[in-house]
C-alpha cells in the first residue's frame, strides 16, 4: 500500500505531532503533506521526515507571524492536495486535514484531535479573546465561522474510519458529525522504570502562554497562597500579563527543555492544570514522573486522573477560578500522602508510546482489511487475489 500522512500545519511540536511522529514510526514509509510547514530542520528530522508536501499558503507573505490570519483559505488549499496515488490516508486532524479529497477507491482514516473548536462550542470564548466580540470585525468573523461549520460538516462523511484521542473527543465528533469514533489514547512518554525522586517544597504548571490554558487563574490562586510556592513552565503572548499581576512567590522559568521538564514535574509535590483539554499529554508525563496532578475537571482530565478509589493519582476542581483552585490545593495538602508516586507512574504506564503503536496499528490493518474485503469486487466463481494496500496519513496540527 502507498501510505499519505496528513497534517493541518507544523509549526510547533506539541501534542499533535507527538502523535503525527508516532503515525510515522507506524508507517515509516509514508509521504508527509500539510498546509504549510515552518518547522526547523532539525524539528522535522526528530519527527522522522526530512521534508513535507505543502499547499500554496506556504508561499503567503508574513507566514510565520500571521498564519491565522490565513484560515479562510485553509479548506481551499487543503483540498488542493492531490493524494490519488495513494491507497491508504492518515489524517491527524483538529482543523482542516480531515476535508483532504478521496475517491471511492481510497481508504481514509482520521485520527481527530478534536473538531475545530474555535467553529463549534468555543467560537464565543474565541470571540471574547480575539476582541471579537462586538462590531463590524465581529460580524464578519460569525459569518466566517458558520462558513467553517458548513465546510467541516460537509466534508466529515469523505472519512471512511474516526479515531478520537478520548472519549470527550469522541462525543464531540458523534454529535457534530453523527458519527461514531474508536477512542486511541495518545502516545505519552513515560519511563521505562520508576525511580523514585525526592520532592521539593514547589507546586509546577506547564504550558503555552495563551488564555484558553486559564494559567491566568492558577497564578491568581497562588496570590492567595502566599507561603506556597508556584513555579511556571511555558512561553507565549499572555506572559507580561502573568507576571504584572504575580506575586513573589511565583516564578516564570519561560521555555524549559525537555530534560528539565522532566526533573520539575519529578520535584514537584503536585502539577496544577486548569484547562479544558481534549487530551492532556501534559498532565499524564507529570503523573509518569511520579507526581500528582490537581486539574479542572472538565476534558480530557477526568479519563487520565484518578481521583476516586483506593489509588487516586489526583483530584478535580469544578470551576476554572482562583477561589476553586485554591480549595483544590488546600484540598491536596491535607490528603497529600493518599497520592503516591507509584500509584501515578502505574497509571501513566497506560498511556505509553508502545501501548499507542500497537493499538493504531492493529486498528488500521484490521480496517483497511475489512474496507479492502467490502471494496472488492470479483466475478462470481472467480477466486479473489490478494490485494496489496499502501497506506496515506493525514496530520491536523493544533491551532
Not at 371 to 379: K, M, V
Request: net charge neutral.
Amino acid at each position: 500500500m502507498r501510505v499519505a500522512v496528513i497534517h493541518d500545519w507544523l509549526y510547533i511540536v506539541g501534542g499533535a505531532e507527538r502523535v503525527l511522529q508516532a503515525i510515522l514510526r507506524c508507517y515509516p514509509d509514508a509521504d508527509v503533506f500539510c498546509v504549510f510547514d515552518i518547522l526547523p530542520d532539525q524539528d522535522r528530522a526528530r519527527m522522522g521526515f526530512p521534508r513535507s508536501n505543502t499547499t500554496f499558503i506556504q508561499k503567503l507573505p508574513f507566514l510565520k507571524k500571521y498564519h491565522r490570519q490565513y484560515l479562510p483559505l485553509m479548506p481551499l488549499a487543503i483540498e488542493q492536495l492531490d493524494l490519488s496515488q495513494y491507497d491508504l490516508i492518515i489524517s491527524s486532524s483538529y482543523a482542516v486535514a480531515k476535508g483532504v479529497l478521496t475517491g471511492p477507491d481510497q481508504i481514509h482514516i482520521s485520527y481527530v484531535h478534536s473538531p475545530m473548536r474555535y467553529a463549534w462550542d468555543l467560537q464565543h470564548q474565541y470571540l471574547r479573546e480575539s476582541g471579537l466580540a462586538k462590531g463590524i470585525k465581529s460580524i464578519l468573523a460569525r459569518i466566517l465561522l458558520h462558513k467553517m461549520r458548513l465546510w467541516d460538516t460537509r466534508t466529515a462523511s469523505s472519512v471512511d474510519e474516526y479515531v478520537a484521542n478520548s472519549r470527550f473527543i469522541g462525543r464531540r465528533i458523534r454529535k457534530l458529525y453523527g458519527r461514531a469514533a474508536s477512542v486511541i489514547y495518545p502516545p505519552v512518554d513515560v519511563p521505562e522504570t520508576f525511580v523514585p525522586v525526592r520532592k521539593e517544597g514547589f507546586f509546577f504548571t506547564a504550558s503555552r502562554l495563551v488564555p484558553y490554558k486559564n494559567t491566568r487563574a492558577i497564578v491568581e490562586a497562588f496570590r492567595h497562597m502566599p507561603d506556597d510556592r508556584l513555579l511556571v513552565a511555558g512561553r507565549g503572548p499572555e506572559m507580561e500579563r502573568l507576571k504584572a499581576i504575580a506575586t513573589p512567590n511565583v516564578t516564570f522559568l519561560g521555555f524549559v527543555e525537555d530534560s528539565h521538564l522532566a526533573q520539575l514535574m519529578s520535584a514537584a509535590r503536585a502539577f496544577v492544570f486548569a484547562a479544558e483539554e481534549d487530551f492532556g499529554i501534559v498532565v499524564v508525563e507529570a503523573q509518569g514522573r511520579g507526581t500528582p496532578v490537581i486539574a479542572y475537571g472538565k476534558g480530557g482530565a477526568r479519563e487520565t486522573v484518578v481521583a476516586d478509589g483506593p489509588s487516586p493519582t489526583g483530584l478535580f476542581f469544578d470551576q476554572a477560578d482562583p477561589e476553586a483552585i485554591v480549595a483544590a490545593v488546600e484540598e491536596f495538602k491535607m490528603r497529600e500522602a493518599e497520592f503516591t508516586p507509584e500509584n501515578c507512574y502505574a497509571h501513566a504506564s497506560r498511556f505509553s508510546t508502545e501501548r499507542f503503536d500497537c493499538e493504531f496499528k492493529d486498528f488500521v490493518e484490521s480496517r483497511v482489511a475489512a474496507l479492502q474485503d467490502e471494496l472488492s469486487i470479483r466475478p462470481v466463481g472467480r477466486p479473489r487475489m490478494p490485494k496489496a494496500v499502501k497506506p496515506a496519513v493525514v496530520h491536523s496540527a493544533a491551532a
